[in-house]
């Protein structure tokens, strides 16, 4: 099973109707205590690259950002506190877990 399975998201290509260009998007069927997780919609492909770096230097015991930030998700809160990520203060998911998470939206991001 895949983390993308696990925590109940899909990843899909939204197409706007008017002109035909696709858009990568992150969903979950049902709300839950994961709802937190579509935030990964914000994440552009080197934000993703930054976010799982950082994730493996946390989990390998190496200096990490504590609060990775970038503009195009300037109001999302998230923590990274070995061994947990936090966002929106509120939520919590296992460093591993996000980072295959990651790991599994990159590959579908990239061609």
Same mark, same amino acid.
């Given at each position: 099973?895949?983390?993308?399975? @696990? *925590?109940? %998201?899909?990843?899909?290509?939204w197409?706007?109707?008017?002109?035909?260009?696709r858009i990568?998007?992150c969903? @979950?069927?049902v709300?839950?205590e994961y $709802?937190f %997780?579509?935030?990964?919609n914000y994440? $552009?492909i080197?934000e993703? +690259? =930054? %976010?799982?770096?950082e994730?493996? +230097?946390? %989990?390998?015991?190496?200096q *990490?950002?504590?609060?990775?930030s $970038?503009? $195009? =998700?300037d109001?999302?809160?998230? #923590?990274? !506190? *070995?061994?947990?990520? !936090?966002?929106y203060?509120?939520?919590?998911?296992?460093?591993?877990? =996000?980072?295959?998470?990651? #790991?599994?939206?990159?590959? =579908?991001r @990239?061609?």
């Amino acid at each position: 099973m895949t983390r993308q399975e @696990q *925590y109940g %998201l899909t990843f899909y290509n939204w197409v706007i109707p008017q002109n035909g260009r696709r858009i990568p998007m992150c969903r @979950q069927g049902v709300i839950d205590e994961y $709802s937190f %997780l579509q935030v990964i919609n914000y994440f $552009s492909i080197n934000e993703t +690259k =930054f %976010l799982i770096e950082e994730l493996e +230097k946390a %989990l390998n015991g190496e200096q *990490y950002d504590n609060y990775p930030s $970038s503009q $195009s =998700f300037d109001d999302l809160w998230m #923590e990274l !506190h *070995y061994p947990n990520v !936090h966002i929106y203060e509120t939520d919590v998911i296992p460093m591993t877990d =996000f980072k295959e998470l990651l #790991e599994e939206w990159l590959s =579908f991001r @990239q061609p």
